[in-house]
């Protein structure tokens, strides 16, 4: 049997029912039990269909392999056990095949599991989709901005503890061939009011944890924090620490995800300052101070946690403080400054608070976008993965639940009506008659809460626009007046008489019966949030920070674009973004995930009926089954259920050679099935009730039994016959080898007397003939040392002879040589006495004539001998030194540093003024001999040193090049005349660079022409000018440290030059090309100099991007040049060899 037809199937070994739309009978009760029996056997998926049932296990089951997703790779979607891979294969498949575009809906309740399934669903579709290096930083890209969104809109909460606090929505973009290239998240209300307030048992935002915990001390110390949860008023210390939460492990995983992700590191230290800023923002309190109009206004207590906040946002202390203080109402041309109470006060601040993190939220989520966005503007096929909150009902339900219960309401409405759909497209294809399916249509509750008159959205936001006093008893009572008479709307003090009565509705509430049950709602602060009202003090203090995205998240601060009107209400926002949601959904083919909670206690094992059941109702699963039963309960192709009850039929046991369908109608006609009970589409057959399917499976079993028998009866005759064919064979292979081992033997016992016969007789031969050879050379030999003795005996006694000549001629030499030796020694002896004579004789001579000089001239000197004895000898002694310093001057080069070492040490101070005079003298010779222009290139050497001088490592290799200036001669070379021409003034210097392009960090050649008071750019081939900069527009230059030839030239910001932005370039000539630049430049904009940065790592402005530029040294050789490369949209990487 092929592999191919060793398949399993949904019905093989299946506990419980995989597909609820084939569970018989079908009640809400055993609905229950079929998911409890499956969650007790870790059977957590279930189907109803094409929708998937997740339950949460709590525990981590071994069925995300990467075996297990080979496993579902290309399957057909009901051909193994329900699985969420099963559905990302369809989804991607579809998507990868068809060309569709597909979105995935997971839906439930916190705690259920949901963000888990996106996060499987991504990885799996990044395991299945394409490989290489661009498509794996994608995929990178895409699975680590989950950790970030996690880190900044998850909480714990008493139900869950890593909760979602956002509705996010990721469209992941593919190319043609199915590979990853890019994505666009979608974030929708986030609860910013728990940054403010959280309920009992729960946390804020994990963020604010896991910086504390996990920060190393200098960056606390820089954001002025402490580690101590206590010590800030928005953290809840009854929940502070979670079990099986590591904080700062988090924190360590979100600095490397948003790395990954594609924030630059100064990003990622503002976005921090913002997360500290909101956390002493809560610290800050508030007192009262009477005025003298009798009103009470606000004071900051403590201005400690102001002032570090306002130094980290770079915001004036005192207009924050005032913000905090009054309000200011504008009307038309109007200005009104009132005072706020305490209680506004902290209203104010915690508005401030709420808004900060939801637009630094927000910012993070275009930041993504912008990282993972694709690059192509070729079409992309796209697959969407909704991951939103559940239906919710408590105890309490405000305007948040409200909000979240309306999009599920259209969420809802959307299944039904896409449910619907595909099933009556189905049935169309396949030409079997459709009829109308009996189903609830919730779009009177929609229409409920969206109508642009009547609904209670609109009367809310027309409520917040209303002038004089608004509050939420007002907005209630509108509710009463117009929406009394609606089905599905109850109140207490509405006209409806039936609910006066009625003591589980309360004064201050009302009641919605949507399609999962009735939901209470407290009125209580409708109003208030839906206008997310900030006084427009704050944001204008906000847009006044020196902060490098501080402006980005309050443009509405702006003095200059003040706006009176109003801004769109949340409830408005919401219901925009809804639309927006549902307008996309309805072009992508949907699947659907529901998540479903088993218990309460987060506990593997347990199985709460109640809560399941309550969930099963309001994710409308019961109502699915029956939309997806009221046609047909079951379809499969031809070729799948001929294959699979084939055996049913002795027609079609074992090979069908007709068609598929005809088999398929042979084998139900043969099993006597009712034709009521099933229809024959183009490619599918069709089976109405979940009975006829057990039916066929209960008589396949029985079948499969019977062949079982008939293959163990047969394998048995198969496996003796090939038994005794063996034995037989074998018995005549045994016989072939024993004749063959007895010819062997006997065949060597003759071979082995042969062989010793054979050598016998070999060495007999051997042994005369080796005594004859003997014999023979015994005789040469014998001949040989007789020659030898009698030679021997003749060479001994002519040496005698000749030792004998040689001894006599040796005594008559010796004799000879102690003669003349004799006569040596006796005339040395004459000579020496004969000298110490004359020395006497000189010695009395010297002292006499001495004697007689002193006797004469010794009343001449008796008084003044000393001193000029002193002063004669010093004299000589000078004399003696210059003209032992004129023999030994040293050469006229400047930059010789030898000088003759000083005889006397009282000569010190003169020899070290000597060699300063000589040094000056010589510098001076040397200067004489410079012309002009020589001389302005050792000014510019000197001014080249000042500026690089052990500061980059490339002006060692510069100092010996001449600075040439002009590399292209363009006055004489004819290709540049044109050029020439249109360029005025003289040219100081003309060289070719690298112009970088920020896309690819290639570069493109071209040519850099430096007059007195411009620079310029042109193309090399056709020498037509791409840019032409004043060079007073120059503000600077950066360079980096290291030995490459890469410079940014950076314009000033609001120049025309600047609206393209700073030029990358890179040149062989750096030192010459920026040492003309500063020389040049300082003069023609009249300053003393043109700053020079020099760092391995500098900003450039690339039109409206800022791009940082970063050097690395790599493992190239020296001789290899620098190269570019684009890691990200805001990172050029400069690989630099090492020296």
Same mark, same amino acid.
């Given at each position: 049997m092929s592999k191919m037809e060793v398949k399993t199937s949904l019905l093989d070994g299946m506990i419980g029912v995989g597909d609820m739309v084939l569970l018989e009978p079908l009640t809400e009760e055993s609905f229950i039990n079929n998911l409890k029996k499956r969650f007790d056997h870790n059977e957590i998926y279930t189907y109803i269909g094409s929708v998937v049932i997740s339950m949460n296990p709590y525990k981590n089951l071994p069925i995300y392999t990467p075996d297990k997703v080979e496993e579902y790779r290309n399957r057909n979607f009901y051909e193994l056990s329900p699985h969420i891979y099963a559905l990302s294969d369809e989804a991607y498949r579809s998507l990868r095949d068809q060309d569709k575009d597909q979105c995935i809906l997971i839906t439930g309740e916190s705690g259920a599991g949901k963000t888990e399934a996106s996060k499987l669903v991504m990885s799996y579709v990044a395991a299945v989709c394409g490989k290489g290096q661009e498509v794996n930083k994608v995929k990178e890209q895409l699975l680590q901005s989950n950790p970030v969104l996690e880190a900044f809109g998850n909480a714990k909460t008493v139900r869950n503890d890593n909760s979602s606090r956002f509705g996010k929505y990721m469209d992941i973009e593919f190319d043609f061939k199915g590979d990853p290239i890019g994505g666009v998240i979608s974030n929708y209300l986030l609860e910013k009011s728990r940054v403010v307030k959280q309920p009992r048992g729960e946390r804020n935002f994990h963020i604010f944890y896991q910086l504390l915990s996990g920060a190393s001390e200098d960056t606390l110390k820089k954001l002025k924090l402490d580690r101590d949860f206590s010590k800030y008023n928005y953290l809840s210390l009854d929940s502070a620490t979670v079990n099986g939460l590591d904080d700062a492990a988090n924190f360590r995983t979100v600095r490397n995800a948003m790395q990954i992700v594609g924030f630059m590191e100064d990003e990622v230290q503002s976005v921090l300052e913002l997360v500290a800023a909101v956390l002493k923002l809560g610290n800050i309190e508030f007192k009262p101070e009477s005025r003298t109009n009798g009103f009470d206004e606000s004071r900051v207590k403590d201005k400690n946690d102001l002032k570090e906040m306002c130094e980290l946002l770079g915001i004036d202390q005192s207009v924050l403080e005032r913000a905090f203080s009054f309000r200011t109402v504008e009307a038309r041309s109007d200005k009104v400054a009132t005072t706020l109470n305490v209680a506004q006060a902290y209203y104010a601040r915690d508005a401030l608070a709420k808004n900060l993190y939801s637009r630094l939220f927000s910012w993070l989520v275009n930041r993504i976008n912008e990282s993972i966005k694709a690059q192509t503007k070729t079409r992309k096929k796209v697959m969407g993965v909704l991951d939103i909150y559940g239906f919710e009902i408590f105890e309490d339900n405000s305007f948040?639940?409200?909000?979240?219960?309306?999009?599920?309401?259209? %969420?809802?409405?959307?299944?039904?009506?896409?449910?619907?759909?595909?099933?009556?497209?189905?049935?169309?294809?396949?030409?079997?008659?459709?009829?109308?399916?009996?189903?609830?249509?919730?779009?009177?509750?929609?229409?409920?809460?969206?109508?642009?008159?009547?609904?209670?959205?609109?009367?809310?936001?027309?409520?917040?626009?209303?002038?004089?006093?608004?509050?939420?008893?007002?907005?209630?009572?509108?509710?009463?007046?117009?929406?009394?008479?609606?089905?599905?709307?109850?109140?207490?003090?509405?006209?409806?008489?039936? @609910?006066?009565?009625?003591?589980?509705?309360?004064?201050?509430? @009302?009641?919605?019966?949507?399609?999962?049950?009735?939901?209470?709602?407290?009125?209580?602060?409708?109003?208030?949030?839906?206008?997310?009202?900030?006084?427009?003090?704050?944001?204008?203090?906000?847009?006044?920070?020196?902060?490098?995205?501080?402006?980005?998240?309050?443009?509405?601060?702006?003095?200059?674009?003040?706006?009176?009107?109003?801004?769109?209400?949340?409830?408005?926002?919401?219901? =925009?973004?809804?639309?927006?949601?549902?307008? !996309?959904?309805?072009?992508?083919?949907?699947?659907?995930?529901?998540?479903?909670?088993?218990?309460?206690?987060?506990?593997?094992?347990?199985?709460?009926?109640?809560?399941?059941?309550?969930?099963?109702?309001?994710?409308?699963?019961?109502?699915?089954?029956?939309?997806?039963?009221?046609?047909?309960?079951?379809?499969?192709?031809?070729?799948?259920?001929?294959?699979?009850?084939?055996?049913?039929?002795?027609?079609?046991?074992?090979?069908?050679?007709?068609?598929?369908?005809?088999?398929?109608?042979?084998?139900?006609?043969?099993?006597?099935?009712?034709?009521?009970?099933?229809?024959?589409?183009?490619?599918?057959?069709?089976?109405?009730?979940?009975?006829? %399917?057990?039916?066929?499976?209960?008589?396949?079993?029985?079948?499969?039994?019977?062949?079982?028998?008939?293959?163990?009866?047969?394998?048995?005759?198969?496996?003796?016959?090939?038994?005794?064919?063996?034995?037989?064979?074998?018995?005549?292979?045994?016989?072939?080898?024993?004749?063959?081992?007895?010819?062997?033997?006997?065949?060597?016992?003759?071979?082995?007397?042969?062989?010793?016969?054979?050598?016998?007789?070999?060495?007999?031969?051997?042994?005369?003939?080796?005594?004859?050879?003997?014999?023979?050379?015994?005789?040469?030999? =014998?001949?040989?040392?007789?020659?030898?003795?009698?030679?021997?005996?003749?060479?001994? !006694?002519?040496?005698?002879?000749?030792?004998?000549?040689?001894?006599?001629?040796?005594?008559?030499?010796?004799?000879?040589?102690?003669?003349?030796?004799?006569?040596?020694?006796?005339?040395?002896?004459?000579?020496?006495?004969?000298?110490?004579?004359?020395?006497?004789?000189?010695?009395?001579?010297?002292?006499?004539?001495?004697?007689?000089?002193?006797?004469?001239?010794?009343?001449? @000197?008796?008084?003044?001998?000393?001193?000029?004895?002193?002063?004669?000898?010093?004299q000589r002694i000078i004399q003696k030194y210059f003209l032992g310093l004129k023999k030994t001057m040293p050469s006229m080069s400047p930059v010789d540093k030898t000088w003759p070492v000083r005889s006397y040490q009282f000569l010190d101070g003169t020899h070290k003024e000597l060699r300063r005079i000589f040094h000056l003298w010589r510098c001076k010779k040397y200067r004489s001999q410079f012309t002009q222009e020589k001389k302005a290139i050792y000014e510019e050497k000197l001014q080249a040193s000042e500026i690089f001088k052990d500061k980059k490592a490339l002006y060692p290799s510069s100092v010996s090049q001449p600075f040439k200036g002009d590399y292209l001669e363009i006055n004489k070379n004819p290709k540049y005349q044109k050029l020439n021409s249109m360029v005025e003034e003289k040219i100081l210097l003309a060289d070719v660079v690298n112009k970088i392009n920020r896309a690819n960090g290639k570069g493109a050649p071209r040519l850099f022409l430096l007059t007195k008071n411009n620079f310029v750019l042109a193309d090399q081939k056709t020498g037509q000018v791409k840019a032409s900069v004043p060079l007073p527009d120059l503000s600077s230059v950066s360079v980096s440290t290291q030995t490459d030839g890469f410079f940014a030239l950076k314009l000033k910001e609001g120049t025309t030059s600047a609206a393209k932005g700073d030029f990358l370039l890179s040149s062989d000539h750096l030192i010459e090309i920026i040492t003309k630049l500063q020389r040049t430049g300082a003069a023609a904009a009249g300053r003393d100099h043109i700053n020079v940065d020099i760092s391995d790592e500098f900003l450039v402005q690339f039109k409206q991007d800022k791009v940082c530029v970063k050097f690395i040294q790599s493992g190239l050789k020296n001789g290899s040049s620098a190269a570019c490369k684009r890691k990200n949209n805001r990172l050029l990487e400069v690989s630099v060899p090492s020296p």
């Open positions: 948040e639940q409200f909000i979240i219960n309306y999009c599920n309401e259209k %969420l809802q409405q959307i299944f039904i009506e896409l449910t619907l759909r595909e099933e009556q497209e189905e049935y169309i294809r396949e030409g079997i008659e459709w009829t109308n399916i009996e189903y609830f249509n919730n779009a009177i509750i929609c229409d409920l809460i969206e109508n642009n008159q009547n609904g209670i959205l609109a009367m809310l936001d027309e409520e917040c626009l209303r002038p004089g006093t608004v509050t939420d008893e007002t907005f209630l009572d509108k509710l009463n007046t117009i929406c009394a008479e609606h089905l599905h709307f109850e109140s207490r003090q509405s006209k409806n008489s039936k @609910f006066l009565t009625d003591h589980t509705l309360p004064h201050n509430c @009302f009641r919605i019966q949507h399609y999962a049950g009735k939901v209470l709602y407290r009125v209580e602060g409708f109003v208030d949030k839906n206008n997310d009202l900030l006084y427009r003090d704050l944001s204008q203090a906000m847009y006044k920070a020196n902060h490098s995205i501080m402006r980005a998240l309050f443009p509405d601060g702006n003095p200059a674009k003040i706006n009176l009107k109003r801004p769109p209400t949340a409830g408005f926002q919401f219901r =925009a973004s809804v639309a927006t949601l549902m307008k !996309n959904l309805q072009t992508k083919n949907p699947n659907y995930i529901r998540c479903i909670k088993p218990n309460d206690k987060k506990s593997a094992h347990i199985f709460t009926d109640s809560l399941v059941c309550h969930q099963a109702r309001y994710l409308g699963l019961m109502e699915n089954v029956r939309v997806r039963r009221a046609g047909y309960a079951f379809r499969q192709p031809y070729e799948l259920c001929l294959l699979r009850y084939k055996m049913m039929c002795k027609q079609t046991w074992p090979h069908w050679s007709g068609p598929a369908r005809e088999g398929v109608e042979v084998l139900l006609s043969n099993l006597a099935v009712s034709p009521e009970e099933y229809s024959y589409g183009r490619s599918k057959v069709f089976i109405r009730n979940p009975r006829t %399917l057990f039916f066929l499976e209960e008589k396949r079993r029985s079948c499969l039994e019977d062949l079982a028998t008939l293959i163990q009866k047969i394998y048995r005759g198969w496996k003796c016959r090939t038994h005794f064919l063996l034995l037989k064979k074998s018995q005549v292979v045994v016989a072939a080898w024993y004749r063959r081992y007895a010819q062997q033997k006997k065949y060597q016992k003759i071979k082995s007397a042969t062989l010793v016969m054979q050598s016998f007789i070999r060495g007999w031969k051997a042994r005369k003939i080796l005594r004859e050879l003997k014999y023979q050379k015994r005789c040469e030999e =014998a001949a040989t040392t007789i020659a030898a003795f009698w030679h021997g005996t003749q060479a001994r !006694n002519e040496l005698r002879r000749l030792k004998e000549e040689a001894r006599n001629k040796r005594a008559v030499t010796v004799i000879w040589a102690a003669w003349l030796g004799t006569k040596a020694r006796r005339e040395l002896k004459r000579l020496k006495e004969e000298a110490r004579r004359k020395h006497a004789v000189a010695v009395i001579w010297g002292y006499w004539l001495g004697l007689k000089v002193r006797r004469e001239y010794r009343k001449f @000197f008796r008084a003044h001998a000393g001193r000029k004895i002193y002063e004669f000898t010093i």
